[in-house]
């Protein structure tokens, strides 16, 4: 009898013990199916976020200014009435791009236009724009440059001549013309017309080239998008408000969208040089919604009649002094 009891004592406690180790087996497992689950939703978010981070790279236009002969490297010269500047290396290099900088340095370039010293940056660089930027666009963007192929291509100085080759100057040139902060939208307008409003002033930058400046370099808000006569690289940029002598008024939304998508042009022509450019690597990359918020606009801005023909040199006189 005894042995029976020592028997049936022994095969409970076997029973006891497969049973546990049946629950810590199946826990593990349920565990271990957790945590997969939970790599695969950082893996999709990490996706997500570098594809956002994608689009707003194109959407920004980062490309045509730091891209010389290599993705994001810098060295391409910026000819202006101010000087020639060269973008810099925004590669994830340590050294000669921004692979040491933290979310939060390169949040700050954006919004403040400081470097991670606090040293202010020119505003060729157009955080002036960019400071309009939302956070979570501006965090995607980063993501997503440092996932590019790193450069060891060095910082080449600005060619400037004094005074515009002070920095510290530019801490004056802000004070007085420079708001950081997000893109306000405007609750009397539609969805559609705030986001047209925040690809162009914020990510587009439009005004940095459309628009034409004073002797300090500040855009002319009085002149919004009516073009000027001395862009980059001292060439002419068109008036692109919906004045119909002299702007792109008789433009229908469609011919618009067309012209962001495809550079044709309601003549049945194509843009060329550096429009051409912007459009291939910024522009033409957008969806068809914010092509179309971005016409809408564009076209309900007021007309401003600039005529840039009868300022922008209307005859070469060099021959004359011959």
Request: proline fraction near 8%; hydrophobic fraction near 35%; include cysteine.
């Amino acid at each position: 009898m005894k042995e029976f009891i020592r028997g049936s004592q022994n095969i409970i406690m076997n029973k006891l013990q497969i049973a546990k180790l049946f629950r810590t087996k199946c826990l593990a497992a349920v565990l271990g199916l957790a945590g997969c689950f939970c790599n695969m939703s950082v893996a999709l978010a990490s996706e997500d976020l570098l594809e956002h981070g994608r689009y707003v790279f194109y959407a920004a236009g980062c490309v045509s200014c730091h891209t010389r002969d290599q993705l994001m490297a810098g060295g391409r010269p910026l000819v202006s009435p101010f000087g020639t500047f060269y973008p810099p290396n925004v590669t994830p290099h340590r050294e000669y791009g921004i692979g040491a900088w933290s979310e939060e340095d390169f949040l700050r370039a954006l919004r403040e236009g400081l470097n991670p010293q606090g040293e202010h940056y020119y505003p060729a660089f157009p955080y002036p724009s960019y400071t309009r930027m939302t956070r979570q666009d501006m965090q995607a963007l980063y993501a997503y440059l440092m996932t590019l192929p790193a450069s060891s291509r060095g910082i080449q100085p600005h060619d400037l001549p004094w005074p515009f080759s002070s920095r510290p100057m530019v801490a004056y040139w802000k004070a007085g013309r420079f708001t950081s902060g997000e893109f306000p939208t405007d609750p009397d307008k539609s969805p559609q017309w705030n986001r047209g409003a925040y690809l162009a002033d914020a990510l587009g930058h439009c005004s940095e080239c459309h628009t034409p400046r004073d002797y300090l370099g500040t855009p002319r808000r009085d002149r919004y998008l009516a073009g000027t006569c001395t862009g980059p690289d001292g060439r002419r940029v068109p008036n692109i408000t919906p004045d119909r002598d002299t702007g792109i008024g008789h433009w229908t939304c469609e011919a618009l969208m067309t012209f962001l998508k495809t550079g044709k042009k309601p003549d049945g022509s194509y843009t060329d040089s550096l429009m051409a450019e912007v459009l291939g690597t910024s522009c033409m990359q957008l969806t068809r919604d914010d092509l179309h918020s971005l016409a809408i606009y564009l076209q309900s801005l007021p007309p401003i009649h600039n005529d840039l023909d009868a300022l922008c040199a209307p005859f070469d006189d060099s021959s004359f002094y011959d």
